[in-house]
């Protein structure tokens, strides 16, 4: 092996151990960070983070929502477990097959939001190029009869859970409809679990995260006050 193959090996080695020192440092003050919030007070500036949420980065919900008040808002994602991937995959490679391999299908699952607007509650859905493609509204009627529980992490869902602390819930909530009810699933921190969103899932921001984070947990308390019937315990209560 020649000395410049060799330079080149160590040279990656070190480049390689320098971004992996760096990201479990950086990890570790972020979870340190997390740990020294006081959370409960936190809380009580959730109605600025929410406005600076929906003033910049977030501010085509509000356009959506036209003059209506957001009182306070999550991200919301399809209960997309193993099995339904697996049977997507199934479905989409059929579909392929179909059309002798001209086209291929992929079944893409897309970034959801709750929006609590006065006595109602919107669901926001994007399509593959992340504008808003359906928007349904619940109203008080319609939420007397939904529920909301917590539900145990596995898999991809608590690896994206866990990159926003390691304290974070996840809930499934399921909305009454005309037909099948909706059913979603959704956290304590601001959390998207599908693969077009992987790289917001490795944000090391501390004040973002600690500000992602009480704004979800405003909108579980919100929602849990306005409908008993969907009151959860929170983490920054606990």
Not at 15 to 23: E, K, P, S
Not at 138 to 143: G, Q
Request: charged content about 20%; glycine content about 6%.
């Amino acid at each position: 092996m020649s000395i410049q193959v060799i330079l080149i090996i160590a040279a990656f080695v070190l480049v390689y151990g320098g971004i992996m020192y760096f990201t479990y440092a950086k990890k570790k003050k972020l979870k340190e960070a997390l740990q020294n919030t006081d959370f409960k007070a936190e809380l009580q500036k959730a109605t600025t983070y929410r406005d600076n949420f929906l003033g910049g980065e977030y501010s085509y919900l509000q356009k959506q929502m036209g003059n209506l008040p957001i009182d306070a808002f999550n991200f919301a994602n399809l209960d997309y477990s193993n099995k339904s991937a697996i049977k997507d995959g199934l479905k989409d490679s059929l579909r392929s097959a179909a059309t002798l391999g001209t086209v291929r299908y992929q079944t893409v699952q897309t970034p959801k939001y709750l929006l609590l607007s006065g006595d109602d509650l919107h669901l926001l859905d994007t399509d593959t190029e992340g504008d808003i493609s359906n928007h349904l509204v619940f109203d008080k009627e319609r939420l007397t009869q939904a529920t909301l529980e917590e539900i145990p992490q596995k898999g991809t869902m608590q690896a994206f859970a866990k990159q926003k602390g390691d304290n974070v819930k996840a809930y499934r909530i399921t909305l009454p409809t005309d037909g099948q009810p909706i059913e979603l699933v959704l956290f304590s921190a601001l959390v998207f679990t599908y693969a077009t969103t992987t790289a917001s899932m490795f944000s090391m921001n501390t004040q973002k995260l600690i500000q992602e984070n009480t704004i979800a947990n405003d909108f579980l308390l919100k929602l849990g006050e306005k409908y008993p019937n969907m009151k959860v315990q929170v983490p920054y209560l606990d």
